[in-house]
C-alpha cells in the first residue's frame, strides 16, 4: 500500500514539475510576434499575385479564336480548352479530340514555346469545330499576355491568335 502511494506522489511531483515548462511563452517581444504575423500575411499575399497571375495549373477555357468568339455547338462534348501542368505537359480537348503537347515558359518574360501536339484520332462528324483552326494556336504562340484572368496566346505584337478565360473548379 505504502509503495501505490509513493508511485501516485512521485508522479504527481513530476507532473507539478512539468506543466510550468509547457505554458511558458516564447521569449519574443510582442512587437516582434507581430512583425512576424505581418511579414508572414505579406509573404502570402504576394504568392497569391503570382499563383493569380501565372498561366500553369489553371484549365484556360476558350473564348475567342482569331478574334472571333466561340461557343459550344449543342452536340458538342465539352468547350475547347487547356491546362498547362507544372511539370511541363500541356493537355486539353479541342472540341472533339483530346490533345497533349510539351512546353516551356518564361513568366518573367511572358515567353512561351509548344512542342509538337499529338491528338487523339476521334472521328465527330456531328460537331460543327475546325479543331485545326484552334490546334494550330499552339504552333504558332511565341508569347502571352495576362491579365484579370483572361489569357492571350499571341504571336509576335499581332493581335492575339486566341483568348481564354480561366475557370476556377
Aim: aromatic letters at 8%; charged letters at 20%; proline letters at 2%.
Amino acid at each position: 500500500m505504502r509503495s501505490k502511494i509513493s508511485i501516485k506522489l512521485m508522479m504527481l511531483v513530476s507532473a507539478m514539475m512539468i506543466l510550468p515548462a509547457c505554458s511558458q511563452s516564447t521569449n519574443l517581444p510582442q512587437s516582434n510576434a507581430n512583425q512576424l504575423i505581418h511579414n508572414g500575411s505579406q509573404v502570402s499575399s504576394q504568392l497569391s499575385n503570382q499563383q493569380a497571375e501565372s498561366i500553369t495549373n489553371k484549365y484556360w477555357k476558350l473564348k475567342k479564336l482569331h478574334g472571333k468568339t466561340v461557343t459550344m455547338t449543342a452536340n458538342q462534348q465539352r468547350e475547347q480548352y487547356f491546362i498547362m501542368r507544372i511539370n511541363g505537359r500541356l493537355e486539353g480537348f479541342a472540341g472533339c479530340n483530346q490533345f497533349s503537347a510539351s512546353y516551356t515558359v518564361a513568366e518573367d518574360t511572358q515567353r512561351v514555346k509548344v512542342g509538337t501536339v499529338t491528338s487523339t484520332l476521334r472521328a465527330c462528324p456531328d460537331v460543327q469545330i475546325n479543331e485545326t483552326d484552334f490546334l494550330e494556336v499552339f504552333r504558332l504562340v511565341d508569347n502571352y499576355t495576362i491579365k484579370d484572368d483572361v489569357l492571350m496566346l499571341n504571336v509576335g505584337k499581332r493581335a492575339p491568335l486566341a483568348e481564354f478565360e480561366a475557370i476556377y473548379f
